[in-house]
């Protein structure tokens, strides 16, 4: 008995610890407000499933142009759809915790673990998916260290993340959240700008 509340006490501390920890790896620059950024945070932190549309613009050294964009998220399920920029006809990328699927008009249906790679394997240009679940949101990706640059709202206004620089120049409100409208994601010699037509919070099952 001691010996399973002893194993109980460290689990505990071992995940309070990582919570404490979830955060530290930002880095506001510019003197933002810190307290107003922990705020918005908090408020949009909760959103774990949603549907987007919107336009998807693309231009790399194979290939630009631009499409439409349709994102159902659940949690880390998600089926994301593409038409028109990648000059391949209707693509389909569904991803959760037993793998990633992508489709493809024309070609066999393809599987891999990765999302990032199994996309630039096919298409030749690297789409940060794992990650857009966060940026997408106006929030960094809590894996790895980020560099924040707050608008006068405290929102991000630019964010330097593992090879990559997102620069938000539009929000819009949804309930009571300010999420992004327009967004741009440079870096890996491709340059992305989603514009969200139709943001549609939902609610977890």
Known sequence: MRLFRNLSLLIL?????ACSNLHQRETLELGGDTQAWKVHRQSVEPLQAWLIQGKLGVRSPQESGSGTLYWEQEQDSYD????????RGATQLQGDNDGIVLDIAGQPTMRAASAEELLEQQI???????????WVRGLPAPDSPSRLQLDTDSRL???NQSGWTI???????????????????????VLLTLVVTHWEPRALP
Do not use: F, K, N
């Open 13 to 17: 501390i071992t995940t309070l610890a």
């Open 80 to 87: 994301i759809r593409l038409a028109g920029p990648l000059g």
């Open 124 to 134: 030749g240009w690297r789409l940060p998916v794992e990650h857009l679940l966060w």
């Open 157 to 159: 206004a630019r964010l």
């Open 167 to 189: 620069e938000y120049s539009r929000y819009q409100t949804v309930g009571d959240m300010q999420l992004p409208q327009r967004m741009q994601l440079s870096g890996h010699d």
